[in-house]
């Protein structure tokens, strides 16, 4: 089966303290679970264009430990947590915490609901206060602005 | 019109100092006085004062009326807009979910080959 439709991604703030995102993928939750779950999969699709999966550890079991990094140029995103429930290929949840804002934990959730061969997944971010919750959303922008600092680095040096 | 006047060269310009980078960083998350920006760059609070002013002029940072505190805060209103980041973030993660489409049907298909 191909569908050529692109999936939308569902984003939503439920509260002061959440971020919620749903995706349908045209794939069974066990592959899904997988693919969320086996570093060789998370290595082939996690992080934005021009990026690279340089580090990905998973210990699946309830406490074990999780690190994924991605690359850019030479810039280093990492995010790594420990796991809190492992219920395959429904559910998982895990801490997380984005290591350039240490002490910013969120808990995410996980669920995979597999209808007519695919799969709904609904990823739920639980922070401790709405400034976390407002700094994981504005990392993504100061990615982009640390990027730019960069760049004006660079030319600065030319002039 | 003389140079260095359009806003976009303003903005270039302030953050071409490692200082100024600095601040903007701090105010990036939440608002601070002129003291506490002060006390990690390790400098003079007319120092600090003198790096605002050209942030201010570029239209980055406000400070706040309140007498005593003077709060400063970035004045990008890109950044400080909560539906502006969400909107970044999930870009980020469309494009992630866009690659496991293509390798979900990757995988899907060396299944069949098997």
């Given at each position: 089966m191909t569908d050529t439709l692109q999936h939308e991604l569902n984003l939503t703030l439920p509260s002061d303290r959440e971020i919620s995102m749903t995706r349908v993928f045209n794939t069974p939750a066990s592959v899904l679970f997988d693919v969320w779950t086996k570093p060789e999969h998370v290595r082939k699709w996690y992080g934005v264009r021009q990026t690279t999966v340089t580090v990905c550890d998973i210990d699946l079991r309830v406490g074990g430990a999780w690190r994924w990094v991605v690359t850019r140029n030479g810039?280093?995103?990492?995010?790594?947590?420990?796991?809190?429930?492992?219920?395959?290929?429904?559910?998982?949840?895990r801490t997380e915490v984005f290591e350039a804002m240490p002490g910013a934990e969120s808990l995410v959730t996980l669920t995979f609901d597999e209808k007519d061969g695919q799969t709904t997944l609904t990823l739920n971010m639980f922070f401790q206060s709405k400034q976390d919750r407002d700094g994981a959303l504005k990392s993504g922008m100061e990615l982009g602005i640390k990027e730019c600092f960069q760049k004006i680095d660079d030319l600065v040096a030319t002039l | 019109m003389p140079r260095l006047a359009d806003p976009l060269s303003l903005t270039l310009a302030a953050l071409a100092d490692p200082t100024r980078r600095a601040i903007v960083e701090k105010l990036a998350t939440g608002e601070a006085t002129v003291n506490t920006l002060a006390q990690p760059l390790q400098m003079s609070l007319p120092g600090v004062s003198k790096h605002l002013k050209v942030l201010q002029r570029a239209g980055l940072v406000v400070q706040g009326r309140d007498k005593q505190r003077r709060p400063c805060r970035l004045n990008a209103q890109r950044i400080q807009d909560v539906a502006k980041w969400a909107e970044r973030f999930k870009r980020n993660w469309e494009e992630s979910f866009q690659r496991l489409d293509a390798y979900l049907s990757e995988i899907t298909e060396k299944e069949k080959q098997k």
């Open positions: 810039m280093e995103v990492a995010f790594s947590g420990v796991f809190r429930e492992i219920d395959p290929p429904r559910r998982l949840q | -």
